[in-house]
Structure formats: C-alpha cells, structure tokens
C-alpha cells in the first residue's frame, strides 16, 4: 500500500548456513516464539496469523506455559498494548536470551515497528518481521531489553519529553543508535481537514503535543487501526486528515483512497531511533552493524526521493 524502498541485495553477516533464506528457530524455542507473538499482538487469533498456526495451538501453548513457567496476566502500560502473558522469572529471561543470540548469531534480527513506518523496514535482508504496533518509546525499550524483540525502529514522537539539542533518551540495559530524519505530514479528502486521526495518546506522546500545539482537532483511532491497511484505510469516506510519512506514502495509495497533502501546513519532523540490547556479547556486533547500515541506506534513498 505505500512506497517501499528497494529490497536489499547484500548478503547477511557471516554465519548464515549456505542456502538458507530463511531463519529458521530451534527446536527447543519454537514455543518461545508462541508466546512472544502473544505479547506483541496482544491476543491468540493475530498471533496465530502472524505465526501461522491455528488459534488453539496458540491456546494449547500459552495454557502450557502458564502451567510450566508460572506465567501471569498483567495490566499494560498502555491502552490497546496490554501483554496477555509475562514471564518475569529468570527461567524465561534466560531463554529469550538464548532465543536472542541464537538468531543474530545467524546473522538474524527479530525488528519492529508501528504502522507509519513498516514500509522502511518491509524487505529488509536478515530481517525478522513482527506486526507492527502503535507504542511509546518507553515501551518499545522494554521489549527490548526483556528479549521479546531484538530492536525497535522508533520516533522520537512516540516520546514522553522534549529533549535538549544533541541530547539521547536512555534507558536500561538498552543503547539507541540515531539514524536520521524523516518528514510526516497531514493528508485528506479536502486538503485542508481539521480534525486528525492520530494513535492512542499514550503511544505518541510529542506527536499529540505538537498537532494541539496547531489548534488541530485530535481524534484517536480505534485500538485495532494497527497495521498499515487498515491505517491507510482509516480516513476512508470521511473528512478526517491522516498522519503519513511523506518519503513513504506512495501515489498510488493516495490516489487510490482520494487522499490530498495539506500543503499549507508545516510538516512535522522525527528523528528516527534502533533502540538495541546493551552490552551484547562482541559475536553479535556484525549483525547490529548490517541493520543499521541498511536502515541508514534506505533512509537516504528516501530523503533523495522526496527532493526529486
């Protein structure tokens, strides 16, 4: 549905297996897995469909689990973002860290994102994809430093403050890599809409601070408007203004939905973050090294886009 950039043709870091395409999970962690998806999506039928399996092999497991490792239910940090299921006993750190330097040791990366900005990351070579999810930078670091996922692409938007020029987030037991700037801006039906949709606020903290900064009317999407389809597909036969990364909306989707930049509103500008494990062992540092230098590469191509 949007412009992507070009599919990488590098080969992966160094300890690939000749012949492989595709990372391919143990044995022993395949349930591992399981209950990951769970966190990420938030309920059994879409991490069935991301994985798959049927909804009662996600069912079977996540009771096994429960039974095994003393799993328990927990309130989220953020609306619509609610883990089902967290394991905080060592037991299940110590696997996903297993999990975690198996795949880059393979020269793989488990990465996510939210919906604006899956395009830059779809076709990326040694790249484990999960659903994209709508999250505050907050709880992106914590995926990632509890092993759930191995990095996070994040907007500075998706912050909960301002920070001095030159100055970094931090977080513990995770680094963040900056990796440029992308450019977002307003699109509807009219050109000129007032009121925007916008993900939850929880979620986008800065990003609602600056569009009510501008008098606009500020909308939240409904907890499901997840993944870039049905973000796109959200504003659809109404008079609302959806938020796009301008490098990434594509014209035929904007074509296609009757969608119109507003032209005389200023765009707003993110800084995009790889926010990684601290302090991994010096084997995994080639697979860091690869994803950051393909993001930065696309990224460029973008920005070199936009001027054409």
Not at 30 to 43: A, F, P, W, Y
Not at 79 to 103: D, E, K, V
Not at 158 to 165: F, I
Not at 254 to 269: C, N, S, T, V
Request: proline share 8%.
């Amino acid at each position: 549905m949007t412009t992507a950039p070009p599919a990488d043709s590098e080969a992966g870091p160094r300890r690939r297996r000749p012949g492989t395409s595709a990372y391919r999970i143990p044995d022993p962690l395949r349930d591992l897995r399981v209950i990951d998806l769970l966190e990420l999506t938030g309920n059994q039928l879409q991490a069935g469909q991301a994985l798959q399996v049927h909804q009662s092999t996600v069912c079977r497991i996540r009771k096994t689990w429960i039974e095994q490792f003393g799993i328990v239910r927990t309130a989220g940090v953020e609306p619509g973002q609610r883990p089902p299921l967290t394991g905080m006993g060592l037991c299940i750190q110590h696997l996903r860290m297993a999990a975690r330097a198996h795949r880059m040791e393979e020269g793989w990366l488990r990465l996510a994102t939210d919906a604006l900005h899956q395009p830059l990351v779809d076709g990326m070579e040694a790249t484990i994809l999960v659903p994209p999810r709508f999250r505050s930078s907050r709880h992106w670091a914590e995926l990632v430093r509890l092993g759930v996922i191995d990095a996070a692409l994040v907007s500075s938007l998706c912050h909960d403050q301002w920070l001095e020029p030159g100055g970094r987030p931090s977080w513990p037991g995770v680094r963040m890599l900056p990796l440029g700037e992308l450019t977002l801006g307003l699109a509807s039906r009219t050109g000129r809409a007032r009121q925007v949709l916008v993900p939850h606020r929880l979620s986008t903290p800065l990003l609602h601070l600056q569009l009510q900064e501008r008098k606009l009317a500020l909308m939240t999407a409904p907890r499901s408007c997840q993944e870039q389809e049905d973000w796109l597909h959200s504003v659809a036969g109404s008079s609302r203004a959806l938020l796009l990364c301008r490098q990434l909306a594509g014209a035929g989707p904007m074509r296609d939905l009757g969608l119109r930049w507003h032209r005389d509103a200023p765009p707003l500008m993110e800084q995009l973050w790889l926010l990684l494990p601290a302090g991994q062992p010096h084997v995994l540092t080639p697979t860091v090294r690869a994803a950051e230098k393909r993001l930065k590469r696309r990224l460029q191509w973008l920005r070199r886009r936009l001027s054409d």
